[in-house]
């Protein structure tokens, strides 16, 4: 379990620097909720390959992609409301709030995509 840790801290990372540099450069002409939709979405297409071949070594499947095409839905779902919440509610400014909604999201993306890829899918 620890590698699949590292492997996840791994591709997370990347996926995140490269997601944040979408967020912020589309702040520029877009608002944050926006924004955040299509970063969030580039970050699927990058996780979506690595996540079962790289981190949890396992094939993908039409099964487990299933799984987590509904999961990231449901994870997408909560982060627009974590940075609606975090501008609108705490007043985050909309270029910090996206590390509110990482913070909170990360370890729940790693437990149920873990789960989804150890159990096979459907």
Known sequence: ???ERVRFLIAGTANTLLTL????ALLLW???LLSFSISFWVGIFITSYLYPTFVFKVKANVGNGVLNGIWYFTSYCIGLLLM????ETIHIN???A???V???MVPMNFLMTR???RRGGI
């Open 115 to 117: 789960i989804i890829f």
């Open 102 to 104: 990482i913070f909170i």
């Open 94 to 96: 909309e270029r910090l």
């Open 1 to 3: 379990m620890k590698d």
């Open 21 to 24: 540099f979408v967020y912020q």
């Open 84 to 87: 609606h919440i975090a501008v």
């Open 30 to 32: 877009f608002e944050d």
């Open 98 to 100: 996206i590390f509110f």
